[in-house]
């Protein structure tokens, strides 16, 4: 609103918020099985995808509304607001089992040491891991490409960028409703490697 935005405030700001979901996003996931009973995982993290796919499509769509009728500033005072609610939700999460650690207590990177060395023994885990790595390097940058896409080729501004976020919240709306639908990990694994291959084959 104070018009004081630069690139190097902006790089700052990104790459703050970066560190920050680095914790939190990991953090909300592992919420996620003490939430609902064993059986129902596999539902309760489709419903979680569902919830996110969701929110990149009905943000995107908000933001390029508000930047054309009311200027970029009221699209981050929403965005702002928007995390109170989340805050408000977080409040009210009741567990369904509880966990608790036995024996000492390790720090953060201990942890993360032991996590990386079952992860690379485990036969099942560790290709799957490269794999999800390999695709957010290669495929996940197309969605940040959007922005370039919709200004300096297309040429559509907000309304544009907010159409193109619509089709990719659309595309994970469908695909998580239908994993929530399924509700049982028998196939996972062929579901995951097919469509990261058609990932691939789609940005291309």
Same mark, same amino acid.
């Given at each position: 609103f104070a018009d004081l935005m630069t690139i190097h405030l902006l790089l700052a700001a990104v790459l703050l918020f970066g560190v920050v979901a680095a914790f939190s996003m990991p953090a909300g996931q592992t919420v996620v099985p003490n939430l609902v009973p064993k059986k129902d995982l596999s539902a309760a993290i489709a419903v979680g995808t569902f919830a996110f796919s969701s929110s990149t499509f009905i943000g995107p769509a908000i933001a390029? &509304? &508000? #930047? *054309?009728? $009311?200027g970029i500033g009221w699209a981050f005072v929403f965005n702002a607001f928007s995390f109170l609610v989340q805050y408000a939700a !977080?409040? =009210? #999460?009741?567990? /369904?089992?509880?966990?608790?650690?036995?024996?000492?207590?390790?720090s953060i990177l201990d942890d993360m040491f032991d996590g990386l060395r079952y992860t690379a023994k485990h036969g099942g885990i560790m290709p799957l891991l490269i794999l999800s790595v390999t695709l957010? /390097? =290669? $495929?996940? @940058?197309?969605? %940040? &490409? =959007? @922005?370039?896409f919709a %200004? *300096? !080729? /297309?040429?559509?501004? @907000?309304?544009? &960028?907010?159409?193109l976020f619509a089709a990719f919240g659309i595309g994970g709306l469908a695909g998580a409703l239908w994993i929530a639908n399924r509700n049982r990990t028998e196939g996972i694994t062929a579901i995951f490697l097919y469509g990261s291959i058609l $990932?691939? $084959?789609?940005? !291309?």
């Open positions: 390029g &509304l &508000l #930047i *054309v009728k $009311a !977080i409040r =009210l #999460i009741r567990n /369904f089992r509880h966990e608790h650690r036995s024996g000492n207590k390790k957010s /390097f =290669l $495929a996940r @940058p197309l969605q %940040d &490409l =959007l @922005p370039g %200004d *300096v !080729i /297309f040429k559509t501004g @907000p309304e544009g &960028l907010a159409t $990932a691939a $084959a789609l940005t !291309i």
